[in-house]
């Protein structure tokens, strides 16, 4: 007969694991020598989240509509929530002590941290705010991060700590902050999903182990752009519109990733972002969207390429370089790669 004790702990598990608990666990389970620094840096991530979600779900009503009046590296123009955000994750991740170097959509260089070797474990990617355009119209927007190992001896300086394949990444996730706030994080043993629990401030494990459907009914593109899709862009989407796939797609695009990504990994089907006229590299990052996506895509048995190779395979180059991204099922991904071999 269970204890009184045995019985509390038990129901209690079964009734809220919160992702701190999740994330101890992973570490416990499969890094045990990672002795508590990872789980202590994902809480900088999720209490920066957290903050933001405040300011995101309060956005009518406090100052932070609109743009900044200034443009980031990038060449676009900052909303004051996109700043914010920015700010948020600085601040949380440079308390860190485990964190030696950030890389910030918002930031033009790296932030280092001079952190004694044996501390300064961790490299982290973030798009603060990801599909900022659409705050202004109450529209889903996100939080994107990658985290990478210091490299050890560190002898390529922080470019060699910067420039890493996705294929490095110790872990990666992303917030969507939409009809409700969901975590979704892979620390390489499968994907988990925590919704955020307004009533007591935690996120708590709703999504276990997801699993990417291997085929979908929806594909995601921004279809103003089509005409200007090199050919095997422009033959797929023409095969996914013509059932060549055995089955009718319907088409969904947001235009914040993190949401439409979110939606292709729940139920299925392909998200899209080729090279364009005004993106001729296509308009995504490869270290801070496309990279932590990509790990999360495949941790759930989904599939990331850029046409000519998978996502994690890409060597970087510099930290705000472009790729294109196809993301999302098996069945999708191959017939991608069946138009790609067949206009090459
Ligand atoms: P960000 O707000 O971080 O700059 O990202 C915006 C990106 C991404 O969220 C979305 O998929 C894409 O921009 C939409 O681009 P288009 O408006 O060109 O379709
Ligand atoms: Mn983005
Ligand atoms: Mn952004």
């Not at 004790?5 to 416990?28: G, Y």
């Not at 955020?196 to 995601?220: C, E, K, T, W």
């Not at 279809?223 to 089955?247: D, N």
């Not at 995504?284 to 495949?298: G, T």
Request: proline fraction near 5%; aromatic fraction near 10%; include cysteine.
């Amino acid at each position: 007969m269970a204890t009184v004790k045995e019985s509390t702990a038990r129901s209690s598990r079964e009734l809220v694991i919160t992702a701190q608990q999740h994330i101890l666990e992973q570490q416990q389970a499969h890094a045990p020598d990672a002795g508590g620094t990872f789980s202590w840096l994902l809480s900088g991530i999720t209490l920066a989240t957290k903050m933001i979600e405040a300011k995101v779900r309060r956005a009518g009503l406090l100052d932070v509509l609109g743009s900044a009046g200034e443009t980031n590296v990038q060449g676009e123009t900052q909303q004051k929530l996109d700043i914010y955000a920015n700010q948020a994750l600085l601040h949380c991740l440079g308390l860190r002590d485990t964190v030696a170097i950030l890389v910030s959509e918002e930031n033009e260089e790296p932030v280092t941290f001079d952190r004694a070797r044996e501390t300064g474990k961790y490299v982290i990617f973030f798009d603060p705010l990801d599909g900022s355009s659409n705050i202004d119209v109450n529209v889903s927007v996100g939080t994107i991060f990658s985290i990478f190992r210091r490299p050890p001896k560190m002898d390529g300086g922080i470019e060699a700590a910067v420039l890493q394949p996705g294929w490095k990444q110790v872990a990666a996730g992303y917030v969507v902050y939409g009809s409700s706030t969901i975590l979704v994080y892979s620390a390489g043993k499968g994907v988990f999903g925590f919704t955020l629990n307004p009533d007591i401030g935690a996120y708590v494990l709703s999504h276990d182990n997801l699993r990417m459907p291997h085929q979908g009914n929806f594909y995601s593109v921004n279809e103003a752009q089509a005409h200007t899709f090199p050919a095997p862009y422009r033959e797929y989407i023409g095969r996914l519109r013509s059932g060549a796939l055995g089955r009718e797609y319907s088409s969904r695009y947001v235009g914040s990733l993190v949401a439409d990504f979110h939606r292709t990994i729940l139920k299925g089907g392909v998200f899209v972002y080729p090279p364009t006229r005004g993106y001729p590299r296509g308009k995504l990052r490869l270290l801070y969207e496309a990279n932590p996506l990509a790990f999360i895509a495949e941790q759930a048995g989904g599939m990331a390429c850029d046409g000519e190779q998978r996502i994690l395979e890409i060597q970087p180059r510099e930290i705000h370089e472009r790729t294109p991204l196809v993301v999302g099922g098996r069945a999708e991904l191959e017939e991608f790669q069946r138009c790609w071999r067949a206009t090459q």
